[in-house]
Antibody, heavy 120, light 108 residues
Framework: QLQLQESGSGLVKPSQTLSLTCAVS??????????WSWIRQPPGKGLEWIGY???????YYNPSLKSRVTISVDRSKNQFSLKLSSVTAADTAVYYC????????????WGRGTLVTVSS | QSVLTQPPSVSAAPGQKVTISCSGS????????VSWYQQLPGTAPKLLIY???KRPSGIPDRFSGSKSGTSATLGITGLQTGDEADYYC?????????FGTGTKVTVL
């Protein structure tokens, strides 16, 4: 059964770059024609889509974050990654990775999430 | 700020029915499929409904989805204490994905 697991630094200083990885286990990241997304949730608030990488390798980002976000995939390691630059306290959130149907737009499998705090 | 509006909260007694609305526009709900997610306290969201009204394997038929024009609705019948959670709608909007504002369901 496919599983997703986020990992990365839980504490990032303001102005630095947040880096997270989502490891895919129980199956290949390249099979099924799926796409892969990052979604975040500030404490006590709602969900915000960050962006995704299509199975073809194309990327799409939330316009509000586009200038600071990079999503990439490493098929040899069966994982995909998120980099968010110039972070501020407003970027403090639980970050989720999710498998995405890029044609009909839904997230059918989620990681457990990882809390990233931006603080000096 | 989300462009999909949901009521902040709904409540009902066990066994009763609740409906959660998700109001959008022609650029999002009006021209794209809607999905719904359940987030139990302290856990990751889970897909409940996709393509407006389809249920993934393992989701009971107590959960249903519908769409009309620029609005979508999630229905939960036979409400159970385990249904207490936050519920979010979501859809594509022009060039990015948007989630609804979220609705907290309370079982009285």
């Amino acid at each position: 059964q496919l599983q997703l697991q986020e990992s990365g630094s839980g504490l990032v200083k303001p102005s630095q770059t947040l880096s997270l990885t989502c490891a895919v286990s129980g199956g290949s990241i390249s099979s099924g024609g799926y796409s892969w997304s990052w979604i975040r949730q500030p404490p006590g608030k709602g969900l915000e889509w960050i962006g995704y990488i299509y199975h073809s390798g194309s990327t799409y980002y939330n316009p509000s974050l586009k200038s600071r976000v990079t999503i990439s995939v490493d098929r040899s390691k069966n994982q995909f990654s998120l980099k968010l630059s110039s972070v501020t306290a407003a970027d403090t959130a639980v970050y989720y990775c999710a498998r995405t149907d890029g044609d009909y737009w839904y997230f059918d499998l989620w990681g457990r999430g990882t809390l990233v705090t931006v603080s000096s | 700020q989300s462009v999909l509006t949901q009521p902040p909260s709904v409540s009902a007694a066990p066994g009763q029915k609740v409906t959660i609305s998700c109001s959008g526009s022609s650029s999002n709900i009006g021209n794209n499929y809607v999905s719904w997610y359940q987030q139990l306290p302290g856990t990751a969201p889970k897909l409940l409904i996709y393509e407006n009204n389809k249920r993934p394997s393992g989701i009971p038929d107590r959960f249903s989805g519908s769409k009309s024009g620029t609005s979508a609705t999630l229905g939960i019948t036979g409400l159970q204490t385990g249904d207490e959670a936050d519920y979010y709608c979501g859809t594509w909007d022009s060039s990015f994905y948007v989630f609804g504002t979220g609705t907290k369901v309370t079982v009285l």
